[in-house]
């Protein structure tokens, strides 16, 4: 399933769109400010950003440009009720993809987010790598070699974490909020079992790289021969 952050304060709003979008089969996180918003872009590898500019600390276009310059190039849908000319040229040219005034149809937003889930992979991003292994552009296939196979929503969302921050220790609660989402109710458990069946695919595959225990801290994506924990 892709997944969308909406940042957006009207808590009304923020329901109707999370509620559209759920029904159109796309997973939303919702946060009301740009700081919450821009954690969660560290946290999870977003397929899509719905952005309201009003927002209690500031302009949303402040975060756009920030994601923009640090790299991130999530496809981004501007919602605001500025519809002035000027207004829509800003948002564009601060890395906007999109610009929807308000008010608007939820019919309409919610194609235009599907339209962004539906760009080609040049405008996605690119294949996630690490080691030897190579996770496919807004896609489920994993591949080790001429080795190929399929991961579940959950276990594309933290391989895709794991490899952008390969040999990098990912906290618990990082993997937890990419594959769930946050605030999401999981099992105690659904992490460890996760992890143990993207460990037995990678064992499978012949790949080289390991899902090891740092204890006390996480876990990291590694070269090894075995999946022992880490002092």
């Known amino acids: 399933m892709s997944r969308v952050l ?27 400010h740009m700081g919450g918003a821009w954690a969660a872009l560290q946290q999870m590898p977003y397929q899509a950003l719905v952005l309201d500019r009003g927002l209690p600390d500031g302009d949303g276009i402040f975060l756009l440009q920030r994601m923009r310059q640090a790299g991130v190039r999530t496809p981004c849908l501007v919602l605001t009720a500025r519809d002035a000319l000027h207004d829509r040229v800003e948002g564009l040219e601060a890395g906007a993809d999109d610009y929807l005034p308000k008010p608007f149809a939820m019919d309409e937003m919610v194609a235009r987010v599907r339209a962004l889930l539906r760009r080609p992979v040049e405008f996605q991003g690119l294949d996630t790598s690490g080691g030897d292994l190579t996770l496919s552009a ?10 190929r196979v399929i991961l579940a929503p959950a276990e594309v969302q933290i391989m895709q974490l794991l490899l952008r921050r390969h040999e990098e220790v990912v906290r618990r609660t990082a993997l ?6 946050l605030g999401d109710a999981v099992t105690p458990n659904a992490l460890d079992v996760a992890l143990h069946r993207l460990r037995r695919k ?21 070269c090894g021969s075995g999946d022992e924990a880490l002092q």
């Open 6 to 32: 909406l940042v957006e304060d009207h808590e009304r709003l923020a329901r109707l769109i999370r509620k559209g979008l759920m029904a159109a089969g796309v997973g939303v996180d919702v946060c009301g």
């Open 138 to 147: 807004g896609g489920n296939l994993l591949r080790c070699g001429r080795e």
């Open 176 to 181: 937890e909020a990419a594959a769930w989402g």
């Open 202 to 222: 990678l064992s499978a595959m012949g790949s080289r790289q390991r899902i090891v225990n740092v204890r006390g801290l996480g876990y990291a994506l590694r």
